[in-house]
Each structure stands twice: as structure tokens, then as C-alpha cells.
């Protein structure tokens, strides 16, 4: 988020554990707006909503079609490796 100079992002998972809670509520104290959202919470939504009816419908979470990026937006191993080292400090 800071390499991309942003201040609100979404961590989407299975589930959240307290550890990253935590984390969240640390990113907080350093301007940082991190919302955790849930897969079952997404899926909830999507449905809801009535997105996927035309067509067949996904019998599996893995079957979701997923954005793809491009090899140029997507940050190399050495920059991600500095990046963790900064943000250890």
C-alpha cells in the first residue's frame, strides 16, 4: 500500500485470525484504512446481488473467474524483498 502510495486497502480471506486483527489495528496508528473481508462474505454479496446469472455458475470457489494482472504491474521478488525490509525497519 505505501509503495503504491495508497491508505485504504482490503485483505480478502478464508478467515481472520487475531494476529491479523492486530496487524490491522497497528496499520491504523500509521494512517493506514485496512479492511478485512471474509470469502463466505464476498460470496454472500455476489449472490445477493444477482451477479453470475448469465451463464453457468461456479460450482467452486476456485472456479471464480480472478482478475489477472499484467507481468509489468506486478512487483518483482528483489522489490518485494526491500519493501518487507523497510517495512521491518
Do not use: H, N
Request: proline residues 7%; without cysteine.
Amino acid at each position: 500500500m505505501r509503495r503504491g502510495g495508497y491508505t485504504t486497502g482490503y485483505i480478502v480471506a478464508f478467515s481472520v485470525t487475531r494476529g491479523a486483527a492486530e496487524e490491522v489495528a497497528r496499520a491504523r496508528t500509521e494512517g493506514l484504512d485496512i479492511k478485512l473481508v471474509k470469502v463466505a462474505e464476498v460470496l454472500l454479496l455476489v449472490k445477493r446481488s444477482g451477479l453470475g446469472k448469465i451463464g453457468p455458475q461456479p460450482a467452486t470457489v476456485e472456479e471464480l473467474p480472478l482478475p489477472m494482472r499484467k507481468p509489468k504491474d506486478m512487483p518483482s521478488a528483489e522489490e518485494l524483498v526491500e519493501s518487507d525490509r523497510k517495512a521491518v525497519g
